[in-house]
């Protein structure tokens, strides 16, 4: 579980995306798209989710992104090559159902971009035709453009500011699209209110759509119950039901106000670390 990499992404404003390389080789022999490990940088902090991005099995080497946001993450940011976490717990949740569908549409906004990549990756190699839209607030926050583009057939990109390509939203994109017809499947990660609204998009194309959710989680394994989502009608656990979903079932307002539970007191411990 040593970092044998790690790499700034963006930075910009206090927030910072940063890559690490880890070794862990029975993670990286198993791993597969769509699914995740619970990460622990020392013994008395929280277990959090983070997306396994790529996978080297034959060098026993995992990739993760993430977004220093909370006290673990930017804990995690502080960590060094050489260093080593304390637990790293997977693959965990349901790999991505990979199959040729025809045409699909990937859609990554913000750090969500690192969740789709190995997604788009292994559709690519399953026969799809895969078209990316690349969603940030400006062109600092842009990532893995070179890597998608690698795996897609068609790759567009919008910033919030039109400091970088066009100007405007992923789901303006998106409904562009699909106003033109002929796919098969859309799949979505990012913030929670892109995520609801690329779900209402596709609705009025009644085309099938599936969203990784970032629900909160403690344990990870179905213990807690702290990631619960509504799912249908029915109460999902998003680290053991998902984490993908179709996004026409999912309860957005209950995601979104469960999300933001701990918000105050996630900024004062993080003041109290000085972080």
């Not at 206090?14 to 198993?30: D, F, R, V």
């Not at 750090?111 to 062109?139: D, M, W």
């Amino acid at each position: 579980m040593k970092i044998l990499k790690k790499e700034i992404l963006a930075e910009n404003s206090g927030i910072k995306i940063t890559k690490l390389e880890i070794l862990s080789p029975e993670l990286a022999k198993k791993a597969k798209a769509g699914q995740f490990v619970a990460l622990m940088v020392s013994e008395k902090g929280e277990r959090i989710p983070l997306t396994i991005v790529d996978s080297n099995q034959a060098e026993g080497i995992i990739t993760l992104i993430f977004q220093e946001a909370g006290l673990t993450t930017k804990l995690l940011g502080k960590m060094n090559i050489g260093d080593s976490l304390y637990s790293l717990t997977g693959p965990l949740g349901h790999a991505t159902e990979i199959k040729n569908y025809g045409r699909v549409i990937l859609v990554g906004g913000g750090v969500g971009i690192a969740e789709i990549y190995p997604v788009a990756k292994a559709l690519k190699k399953a026969g799809n035709h895969v078209s990316a839209i690349l969603g940030a607030r400006n062109k600092d926050f842009l990532i893995l453009e070179p890597e998608m583009k690698a795996v897609c057939d068609e790759l567009l990109v919008v910033t919030d500011d039109g400091s970088y390509s066009r100007k405007g939203f992923t789901t303006d994109i998106l409904d562009e699209l699909l106003k033109k017809g002929g796919y098969d499947l859309v799949y979505a990660v990012g913030p929670i209110p892109m995520m609801r609204k690329a779900a209402g998009v596709t609705k009025n194309y009644n085309i099938k759509t599936i969203v990784s959710l970032n629900a909160l989680m403690v344990d990870a394994t179905g213990m807690c119950g702290g990631c619960r989502v509504n799912v249908a009608g029915k109460t999902k656990f998003s680290c053991v039901d998902g984490p993908e979903f179709d996004a026409a079932m999912v309860d957005w307002e209950a995601l979104d106000k469960r999300n933001k539970i701990y918000k105050e007191q996630e900024k004062h411990i993080c003041n109290l670390y000085k972080l």
